[in-house]
């Protein structure tokens, strides 16, 4: 199950991801959560704990659909830290079995890079006119001391019984510092891109279309974090 990030949608982000890992074999599900009514071409924008409850019913649903034990959330930016903020705070983890989180805001960035990456967004998708409307509420949510932020780490943020692997660049211009992504607790892989690709500039937005993140994902699904393979040039943005 992919999550998007902030101001994007299921079809716009991990979309290409998704693809991808679905040639390689995996069932994959995706929908956009965080969504004002009435307007559901941009998610990512509503309170993290409405946008939790909605993921966790979903995840819910696809196990149901599928009759599956567990089911693997794959997160980008918001998405990511969504991706860990649901199995800790929804009661869901017993039905979780990875989480493969992209550049999650873990501990918390700057509301300035929020909101650069809402306007980045913006620029492709409109999110720029849904934040005059209704505002971006993950905004301050997500930045250092934010609500979400203190929520997600009263306690350890891992827990029991779900592999965990946290990604990012060494380039992300947009959740920094960038070892403020990772979650130092026993059992959590915790990978810059450039441990595998020295020479891949690939930024924030980029990581959701790197093929080298996308090789770095099919390794903590599939229990193999130190895994080689044959690196491409990313994108710096």
């Known amino acids: 199950m992919l999550l998007h990030g902030l101001g994007a949608t299921y079809y716009e982000d991990l979309n290409v991801l998704q693809g991808w890992l679905a040639a390689r074999g995996y069932c994959t599900f995706a929908s956009t959560y965080g969504a004002y009514p009435g307007f559901p071409f941009v998610g990512g924008l509503r309170d993290i704990d409405e946008s939790a409850a909605e993921i966790a019913a979903y995840v819910r649903q696809v196990r149901q659909w599928t009759g599956a034990e567990k089911v693997d959330l794959v997160g980008h930016s918001e998405g990511g830290f969504q991706s860990l903020y649901v199995t800790k705070t929804q009661g869901i983890a017993g039905d979780i079995g990875n989480v493969v989180a992209i550049a ?134």
């Open 104 to 237: 999650p805001p873990t501990h918390g960035t700057s509301f300035a890079n929020l909101i650069t990456l809402a306007n980045l967004l913006g620029a492709k998708n409109g999110v720029d006119q849904v934040l005059r409307l209704f505002g971006c509420v993950p905004c301050t949510q997500l930045t250092k001391g934010g609500s979400a932020i203190t929520k997600i780490e009263d306690g350890p943020i891992a827990q029991e019984g779900v592999h965990y692997t946290v990604l990012t660049s060494r380039y992300d211009e947009l959740v920094t510092p960038t070892e403020t992504s990772f979650v130092r607790e026993p059992g959590v892989v915790n990978q810059y891109v450039q441990d595998f690709c020295p020479l891949d500039p690939v930024g924030h937005i980029g990581e959701a279309y790197d093929t080298n993140v996308w090789n770095m994902v099919a390794n903590g699904l599939e229990g193999q974090p130190d895994r080689r393979f044959v690196c491409t040039a990313g994108s710096p943005g």
